[in-house]
């Protein structure tokens, strides 16, 4: 009798929505095609001394594909960190990579998934310029990948959003205030743009789109002359202000970058200051990251792992998988982590919300929304 073919499955980087689903899938399809699947725990950590791994069975993955974070752990810091070489390319410690390339062969692994976001799939292309067998997934909330139109997790997060703007209307509608919501997006400002439009947003700061506090203000105060007495305003928190920084809560370091946060209170405090009106904050944080995950991304993420899992059994290594609707497909690795996918401020999504009137702090409520903007596509 031949020996059972099988293959290897982490989550790294920051936790997700849908990565129990990833999991579940690619499970439950090296079944299908007769594989044994081994989950390694705390990310790329457990591939090296001392290697930490557990058999996924159908009991270990019965019930998850509605939990949030990963069965298997993570970790977005530690050994394995990309760091710039003599030459400037990222390279990471060779050292690291005969480590998990001697984990893969001692397991007898036929591949191994790596699911993560942009620094992760960094990695995953250096195992496979090594000559690891290695498949990608891609994990983001921010939804910045350029080489997918949605990664899972995004959508939950914007259901988060969404959920605290719709409970932010009632009590700043009651009491006549400016609420201000700040929510993640480090280079791109897709949650606070879906949300914003979602939830009813007034004003979406975003990275994308400079903009001043005075136009910020403007539209508070248009509002005002039409009766609504409180407005809702809704900040990616990697929007630089005004002045071209952009607000942080710790410096870099350890090779992480510095973390953001803050834009949303220091909005709030300089709003209040120049309107001379009553202002709150909300940060939503990590809530984002947190819970079940919406329909979309458990239906998104199990065809993650299903497919992963195809890339593997046709050895089609060096590959991501990603959604161009209707259809999942894959692209190189490489193609995934060189350019990061960022809102337009002529896309369609920002010419609806200027449509209905939303602000993006970057020109006079009087002026058309029509103004600067390009015509729609034939």
């Given at each position: 009798m031949t020996a059972k073919r099988r293959v290897g499955v982490l989550t790294s980087g920051g936790d997700a929505p849908g990565l129990n689903a990833v999991i579940r899938g690619v499970y439950k399809s090296a079944a299908q095609l007769g594989?044994?699947?081994?989950?390694?725990?705390?990310?790329?950590?457990?591939?090296?001394?001392?290697?930490?791994?557990?058999?996924?069975?159908?009991?270990?993955?019965?019930?998850?594909?509605?939990?949030?974070?990963?069965?298997?752990?993570?970790?977005?810091?530690?050994?394995?960190?990309?760091?710039?070489?003599?030459?400037?390319?990222?390279?990471?410690?060779?050292?690291?990579?005969?480590?998990?390339?001697?984990?893969?062969?001692?397991l007898g692994l036929t591949g191994l998934i790596c699911i993560g976001g942009d620094g992760s799939l960094a990695i995953a292309q250096e195992f496979h310029e090594a000559g690891i067998p290695v498949v990608g997934v891609p994990k983001t909330i921010d939804n910045d990948l350029s080489a997918t139109v949605f990664t899972f997790g995004f959508d939950s997060a914007v259901a988060c959003a969404t959920d605290a703007l719709d409970r932010l209307h009632t009590t700043a509608a009651s009491h006549e205030r400016i609420m201000v919501l700040e929510v993640m997006g480090r280079n791109s400002g897709w949650i606070a743009l879906y949300a914003g439009i979602a939830g009813g947003?007034?004003?979406?700061?975003?990275?994308?789109?400079?903009?001043?506090?005075?136009?910020?203000?403007?539209?508070?105060?248009?509002?005002?002359?039409?009766?609504?007495?409180?407005?809702?305003?809704?900040?990616?928190?990697?929007?630089?202000?005004?002045?071209?920084?952009?607000?942080?809560?710790?410096?870099?370091?350890?090779?992480?970058?510095?973390?953001?946060?803050?834009?949303?209170?220091?909005?709030?405090?300089?709003?209040?200051?120049?309107?001379?009106?009553?202002?709150?904050?909300?940060?939503?944080?990590?809530?984002?990251?947190?819970?079940?995950?919406?329909?979309?991304?458990?239906?998104?993420?199990?065809?993650?792992g299903a497919h992963a899992m195809r890339l593997v059994h046709h050895e089609r290594f060096g590959e991501m998988v990603c959604y161009h609707p209707p259809e999942i497909d894959s692209v190189p690795i490489t193609e995934a982590v060189r350019q990061i996918s960022t809102v337009s401020p002529h896309c369609s999504a920002v010419h609806a919300a200027r449509a209905l009137g939303v602000s993006f702090g970057d020109r006079a409520p009087t002026e058309s929304p029509f103004q600067r903007a390009s015509a729609p596509s034939e």
């Amino acid at each position: 009798m031949t020996a059972k073919r099988r293959v290897g499955v982490l989550t790294s980087g920051g936790d997700a929505p849908g990565l129990n689903a990833v999991i579940r899938g690619v499970y439950k399809s090296a079944a299908q095609l007769g594989y044994d699947c081994v989950g390694f725990l705390r990310g790329y950590e457990g591939l090296v001394d001392p290697v930490s791994y557990v058999p996924l069975t159908q009991q270990s993955t019965n019930g998850i594909l509605n939990q949030g974070g990963t069965i298997l752990g993570s970790t977005n810091r530690g050994r394995f960190t990309i760091v710039r070489g003599t030459d400037g390319e990222p390279m990471l410690d060779p050292e690291l990579i005969d480590g998990a390339r001697l984990t893969v062969e001692q397991l007898g692994l036929t591949g191994l998934i790596c699911i993560g976001g942009d620094g992760s799939l960094a990695i995953a292309q250096e195992f496979h310029e090594a000559g690891i067998p290695v498949v990608g997934v891609p994990k983001t909330i921010d939804n910045d990948l350029s080489a997918t139109v949605f990664t899972f997790g995004f959508d939950s997060a914007v259901a988060c959003a969404t959920d605290a703007l719709d409970r932010l209307h009632t009590t700043a509608a009651s009491h006549e205030r400016i609420m201000v919501l700040e929510v993640m997006g480090r280079n791109s400002g897709w949650i606070a743009l879906y949300a914003g439009i979602a939830g009813g947003g007034d004003v979406i700061l975003i990275p994308e789109i400079p903009w001043t506090f005075e136009h910020v203000c403007e539209k508070i105060l248009d509002r005002e002359t039409h009766g609504k007495r409180f407005t809702l305003v809704v900040v990616a928190e990697g929007a630089k202000l005004p002045s071209g920084e952009i607000v942080t809560c710790a410096p870099a370091e350890g090779g992480r970058h510095a973390r953001l946060g803050g834009i949303g209170q220091f909005v709030s405090d300089e709003i209040g200051k120049r309107l001379k009106r009553e202002t709150r904050c909300v940060v939503l944080g990590h809530l984002q990251r947190g819970g079940p995950p919406t329909t979309f991304d458990r239906v998104l993420a199990t065809q993650f792992g299903a497919h992963a899992m195809r890339l593997v059994h046709h050895e089609r290594f060096g590959e991501m998988v990603c959604y161009h609707p209707p259809e999942i497909d894959s692209v190189p690795i490489t193609e995934a982590v060189r350019q990061i996918s960022t809102v337009s401020p002529h896309c369609s999504a920002v010419h609806a919300a200027r449509a209905l009137g939303v602000s993006f702090g970057d020109r006079a409520p009087t002026e058309s929304p029509f103004q600067r903007a390009s015509a729609p596509s034939e």
